[in-house]
């Protein structure tokens, strides 16, 4: 059967699609359009890229009701907060959770979310006392949930003892 574009008719008919089916000439930069497939569709995609502390990387969407994640690499700083600035869209955070890294805590340890660096604590203190340890976030406040485009989200961590090195990770769903 002839070539229609990306693939041949019978591949399309069975569902039989995979890379060896596309004509090497089928996808080409005319067909491409600019506002279909370009950089901003894919951008902050990073996965498993090192990230230094108080870093962070962002897995986004493009679309408004989208999920998105921020993972945000909190250190082992005494006491210390971890920012992450410029938060990519306008988004309602609908869950935060945690993978403890860098060695066991304390009972004592935990880690809280701030909505900018005020005080306006989205979050409980999720415990980040045992080395292979993992936390949700009990509470959400709504009345900080919402958190605007640029906004600064803030780690606020209490280090009793240990190891408080953790990845905090906000799920929410881009609301502009």
Known sequence: MAAYGWITRKFIRYGEVITEHLASASVTSAKLAS???DGSKVANTTVGAAVAPGAARALVAAEVGAPVRLVLTVGD????N???TGVPYKMLITGVSYIKTGGA???GNSITLHNG????AITDGLNNA???GTDYAATLDDAYTTVAAGATLRAVTVRAGGNNAALLIVDGIRIA
């Open 130 to 132: 045992t080395d292979t």
């Open 77 to 80: 700083a005494a006491g210390g």
């Open 117 to 120: 660096t005020t005080g306006n």
């Open 105 to 107: 805590g304390n009972a």
């Open 35 to 37: 506002s279909i497939v």
């Open 82 to 84: 971890a920012d992450f």
